[in-house]
């Protein structure tokens, strides 16, 4: 954007804030932001408007998309921690020596049930990293992808199999209980 040659008269911060407030909660409602999450979206927003103030045209329009695209970035972290979590959970199931080899092979089977469940590419990549325990270097080597485009791949089936895991179910004896489980449980 060019800058203009005058300064343009612009409303106060502060008021801008104040009269943007119902829409920036119309936006975080929209994207169902927690509420303990959404003033610090709107901080980081805010902080972007404030670091391009003199050179942005139309703050208000400006702090109301910065706020929509943190909004999705929110939530595609949020989605890659939970990938992380079962993928850390999956390894550490697999890897732990179990009380009894029993439960070991029903995990094995109400895995193998899951991965039935999805295309082909993503059965072959995630045998590899469970069943064999591969890393994402390794696994782009056995089938064939550059290292940097297995994670991309690897995230699309995590997906699925996150997906399978909710809704086909998985044992609950299999997954570690978090505190929220345990919190649950004692009321």
Not at 29 to 38: E, L, S
Not at 90 to 107: N, Y
Not at 130 to 153: C, I, N, W
Request: charged fraction near 30%; proline fraction near 6%.
């Amino acid at each position: 954007m060019a800058v203009p040659d005058q300064p343009i008269e612009r409303e106060p911060l502060d008021q801008l804030l104040r009269r943007l407030r119902p829409r920036l909660k119309q936006v975080l409602g929209r994207y169902r932001i927690p509420a303990h999450d959404a003033e610090d979206l709107v901080q980081e927003a805010l902080i972007s408007t404030i670091q391009k103030w003199d050179v942005i045209q139309d703050p208000e329009a400006w702090l109301l998309v910065t706020l929509r695209n943190r909004c999705v970035v929110y939530w595609r972290k949020r989605r890659n921690n939970l990938y992380n979590s079962v993928d850390t959970a999956i390894l550490e199931l697999l890897s732990e020596p179990m009380a009894a080899p029993q439960e070991r092979s029903e995990l094995l089977w109400d895995l193998n049930n899951l991965l039935e469940e999805l295309p082909p590419r993503c059965r072959k990549l995630l045998r590899l990293r469970y069943g064999l325990g591969f890393d994402s270097t390794e696994v782009a080597e056995r089938m064939g992808y550059h290292p940097s485009s297995v994670r991309k791949v690897a995230r699309r089936c995590m997906a699925a199999l996150t997906y399978q895991m909710v809704t086909r179910g998985f044992s609950k004896v299999s997954l570690p209980q978090t505190q929220s489980d345990d919190d649950e449980s004692d009321a």
